[in-house]
């Protein structure tokens, strides 16, 4: 295992702390794959041995990596690389591809419909309120179903004000490309906040069977809207996510 890190160094003249050299080692063998899900890491003595530092000093980086999800420690096993990561939800007005991309990881999506909406249906009166839009106007609905890792992990709904839908329909929307982007990019439209309300929920089909999971299992359902920079509607969202991949992760300040 050792040999895993032949191809590494630590700089031991420079300003950065040698555990945080360390750890920043083991991210890059993770993300060029060098180091594999589940794969277990080089050991504490192994790490020490080849960089010739302490193993004080490997188990400050090992805390840090384990705290930022990167591996786990079974004891009397080892310390292995985490699955994928369980991404954190609505914290920053991020978008699910741009969070992962700097993690490392790959995203891509599944366009399941694109839908030009004209007349108000019950099953949309949601969208047209959370858009605060009148129901004589035209919206676009796209539903996309979005991996990491070509793993599902979530199914999101976005119901888009006509400016914003039309320009879609016009151009097309680009599987790896996210509507944030879109919209900022594109349509010249900058974003500023969402207001997304969480729910506990169980899948039923055909969510289920989109997001490759047993019917009943945990997934949390999130709605609200997003804005512009002048607090206008922009896109309301319906989205599912699976409850055994991701996290809400709050700070709470006084």
């Known amino acids: 295992m050792s040999k895993a890190l032949a191809n590494y160094f630590i700089d031991k003249n420079s300003h950065t702390p040698i555990y945080i050299q360390v750890r920043d080692i083991i991210v890059k063998m993770i993300k060029d794959k060098k180091l594999?899900?589940?794969?277990?890491?080089?050991?504490?003595?192994?790490?020490?041995?080849?960089?010739?530092?302490?193993?004080?000093?490997?188990?400050?980086?090992?805390?840090?990596?384990?705290?930022?999800?990167?591996?786990?420690?079974?004891?009397?096993?080892?310390?292995?690389?985490?699955?994928?990561?369980?991404?954190?939800?609505?914290?920053?007005?991020?978008?699910?591809?741009?969070?992962?991309?700097?993690?490392?990881?790959?995203?891509?999506?599944?366009?399941?419909?694109?839908?030009?909406?004209?007349?108000?249906?019950?099953?949309?009166?949601?969208?047209?309120?959370?858009?605060?839009?009148?129901?004589?106007r035209p919206i676009v609905m796209v539903r996309r179903l979005r991996y990491l890792e070509d793993i599902p992990y979530?199914?999101?709904?976005?119901?888009?004000?006509?400016?914003?839908?039309?320009?879609?329909?016009?151009?097309?929307?680009?599987?790896?490309?996210?509507?944030?982007?879109?919209?900022?990019q594109q349509v010249k439209i900058h974003l500023s906040r969402a207001e997304h309300i969480i729910e506990p929920a169980l899948a039923k089909n055909p969510t289920a069977e989109l997001l490759d999971i047993k019917v009943g299992s945990p997934i949390l359902f999130v709605r609200g809207t997003t804005f512009s920079i002048e607090n206008r509607p922009i896109e309301y969202l319906e989205g599912v996510y699976r409850g055994d991949k991701y996290k809400l992760n709050i700070e709470i300040t006084k």
Do not use: W
């Open 36 to 136: 594999v899900p589940s794969a277990k890491i080089p050991s504490e003595n192994e790490i020490s041995a080849a960089f010739n530092i302490s193993r004080m000093t490997v188990r400050q980086a090992i805390r840090e990596l384990v705290k930022e999800e990167y591996i786990h420690i079974k004891r009397g096993e080892g310390t292995f690389v985490n699955d994928l990561p369980s991404p954190q939800m609505l914290i920053k007005l991020e978008g699910f591809s741009a969070v992962m991309h700097k993690m490392g990881y790959r995203t891509h999506s599944k366009i399941l419909k694109i839908k030009k909406i004209t007349h108000v249906l019950k099953k949309y009166e949601y969208a047209y309120r959370g858009l605060h839009e009148k129901t004589e």
């Open 154 to 184: 979530c199914l999101e709904t976005s119901f888009l004000t006509n400016v914003v839908g039309e320009k879609i329909l016009e151009t097309g929307l680009d599987e790896n490309i996210s509507i944030y982007g879109f919209i900022e």
